[in-house]
């Protein structure tokens, strides 16, 4: 089955520097690629997500790249701030459309 | 639209009790599914459902786990017994089958077995 790994677990940057968030997973037939952020006591909820027939896709401070070859995919955050705070997700899908795989979350601390 | 609703919010129970979880997905989203949070494992499906239909319940851990869909719009996932190791916040999220794919989850329903 699909396996999702995330690094790091824990990022510290200061506030208005970039992050940057790295996973791999490991089923070359996954095709959705989302990320979900998770602020503290409160439920995962999508920020962004790709698909397999795209290598970049950005929404204001966050983008996601995807690399298939590599079955590499990131989310970088830039002028970061304190309400990005947060665990942050990433997550395959499979190509059947139903089994979404998360990876172990990555706590992100902004320093103002 | 109200979200996916899960009942209780909080749990707390002794080991050996049984344990009811429930959830009320989105109306319209046709994929329900459970995930176990926990600091140690991080978010872990235990098992979906498609059409109330259960798909894969490979990540259910035990027997003592087991989940339900008599309609689309109930589902419950009971633990019999509890164990204390069982302690973790369980989200139910729903979606659309062969839409964009986003889980909406609901606010979990954190349980602990003393």
């Known amino acids: 089955g699909e396996n999702v790994e995330q690094h790091p677990s824990t990022l510290s940057v200061q506030e208005g520097d970039s992050a940057v968030i790295k996973c791999t997973y490991s089923?070359?037939?996954?095709?959705?690629f989302p990320w979900y952020k998770q602020e503290l006591g409160k439920r995962p909820q999508l920020i962004i997500d790709?698909?397999?027939?795209?290598g970049e896709k950005k929404d204001q401070r966050i983008a996601v790249t995807l690399n298939k070859t590599a079955k590499h995919f990131s989310l970088h955050i830039t002028e970061t701030q304190p309400e990005d705070s947060a665990v942050y997700f990433c997550a395959a899908r499979d190509t059947g459309g139903f089994k979404t795989i998360f990876g172990a979350g990555t706590r992100l601390f902004v320093k103002a | 639209d109200a979200g996916v609703i899960q009942s209780p919010r909080h749990e707390v129970t002794e080991m050996g009790q049984e344990v009811t979880l429930r959830c009320k997905p989105i109306s319209g989203h046709n994929s329900l599914f459970w995930y176990r949070q926990t600091m140690m494992r991080g978010l872990e499906l235990l098992i979906y459902f498609n059409n109330n239909v259960p798909i894969d319940d490979s990540g259910m851990p035990e027997d003592r786990f087991s989940a339900k869909m008599p309609n689309a719009s109930f589902s419950t996932l009971k633990i019999q017994p509890s164990e204390p190791r069982d302690s973790a916040v369980y989200f139910c999220?729903?979606?659309?089958?062969?839409?964009?794919?986003?889980?909406?989850f609901g606010e979990g329903s954190r349980l602990t077995v003393l």
């Open positions: 790709i698909r397999s027939n795209v």
């Open positions: 089923d070359s037939a996954s095709n959705y």
């Open positions: 999220a729903s979606s659309r089958q062969g839409a964009a794919g986003e889980l909406f």
